[in-house]
Nanobody, 112 residues
Framework: QVQLVESGGGLVQAGGSLRLSCAAS????????MGWYRQAPGKQRELVAT???????DYADSVKGRFSISRDTAKNTVYLQMTSLKPEDTAVYYC??????WGQGTQVTVSS
């Protein structure tokens, strides 16, 4: 089992940027699909972005053009670069491996 630890969250003004990191305690195999989800208060957890072993990326429509997911297999780390942040991006962001292993989440708050 892999442990995932997110970091990089915080408070930022609208229009600002943040970079989230997800460090894995074990190996992120090239076959794993890594992803970021988020959950806002009173809402269901939703997909933000995923990246496959081939480097294919997918994004929620709400973040396309603003967020970018990447992975560094050698460092066992996945990143989520977030730009042009909006108040509606406020949520707890979770890292996942194969939608099976989950981190504890990191809070992102965007003020207007």
């Amino acid at each position: 089992q892999v442990q995932l630890v997110e970091s990089g969250g915080g408070l930022v003004q609208a229009g600002g940027s943040l970079r989230l990191s997800c460090a894995a305690s074990g190996s992120i195999l090239s076959s794993n699909v890594m992803g970021w989800y988020r959950q806002a208060p009173g809402k269901q957890r939703e997909l933000v972005a995923t990246i496959t072993s081939f480097g294919r990326t997918d994004y929620a429509d709400s973040v396309k053009g603003r967020f970018s997911i990447s992975r560094d297999t050698a460092k066992n780390t996945v990143y989520l670069q977030m730009t042009s942040l909006k108040p509606e991006d406020t949520a707890v962001y979770y890292c996942t491996r194969d939608v099976s292993d989950w981190g504890q989440g990191t809070q992102v708050t965007v003020s207007s």
